[in-house]
């Protein structure tokens, strides 16, 4: 049993709507993430969190705007989608050791997002 | 560039043993995992190896050959419970988590 939570599970919303995803880790950790994953492609990092502090954006478009209140919740908020932004968004928490360790990522269930 | 290779889909019949590769050329090494992924469901952590060599877990293993670039994922003893995608992984210099594409298994009775 994952001790990361995201919702909703399952979204729909039309181009012009402004909807938020919602992540919260009960494992401790202080490194969260946003990850797109569409079929058949490997997962792509979208934002990392180290201690609050957003460390990689990997070139995201700003219709996507993460935010992280604090250690244990992680937000995706998303405003002008277009249809190709359909997929499964993942979020993940790690114990956020950079310096070394296996530092395991484990994972939320994912939203499916669909853009009409 | 940064590259990991994995089968798109592979089919095996339960009891039996299949072996899931892993070619990856990335900037460093810092590690490789691997994760199962049930469809609609979270990844969850199978293995890590960081050193040369095999990690046995029950059921699974993984293999890790650094100057070879390549894993793979052994799978023993094949239960249906198994049918799931199946994720590389590897660490890289950056620390960065550098994915492949996963690899369908599907189990046939």
């Known amino acids: 049993e994952t001790g990361v939570t995201q919702t909703p599970r399952h979204l729909v919303m039309g181009m012009t709507n402004k909807k938020s995803l919602k992540c919260e880790q009960h494992l401790g950790h202080n490194a969260m993430y946003w990850y797109k994953q569409s079929a058949k492609k490997p997962l792509e990092l979208m934002f990392v969190?180290?201690?609050?502090?957003?460390?990689e954006n990997n070139s995201v478009p700003s219709r996507f705007s993460p935010e992280c209140p604090n250690s244990s919740h992680l937000f995706l908020h998303l405003h002008t989608l277009q249809p190709e932004d359909s997929a499964l968004y993942l979020c993940?928490?790690?114990?956020?050791?950079?310096?070394?360790?296996?530092?395991?990522?484990?994972f939320g269930p994912g939203t499916r997002l669909t853009v009409l | 560039g940064q590259n990991i290779d994995q089968p798109t889909e592979m089919t095996a019949t339960e009891g039996a043993i299949v072996q899931i590769n892993c070619t990856y050329q990335t900037s460093g090494f810092n590690g490789l995992f691997w994760y199962q992924q049930h469809a609609g469901e979270a990844p969850t952590f199978l293995s890590y190896?960081?050193l040369d060599g095999l990690e046995e877990k029950g059921r699974f293993s993984s293999f890790l050959s650094r100057s070879k670039g390549y894993s793979y994922l052994l799978l023993k003893e094949l239960q249906m419970k198994d049918s799931a995608s199946y994720l590389c992984a590897v660490r890289d210099s950056n620390y960065q988590l550098i994915w492949g594409a996963g690899t369908k298994l599907i189990i046939k009775p």
């Open positions: 969190y180290n201690f609050k502090e957003q460390t």
């Open positions: 190896n960081v």
């Open positions: 993940a928490s790690s114990a956020g050791t950079s310096g070394g360790g296996t530092d395991t990522q484990y």
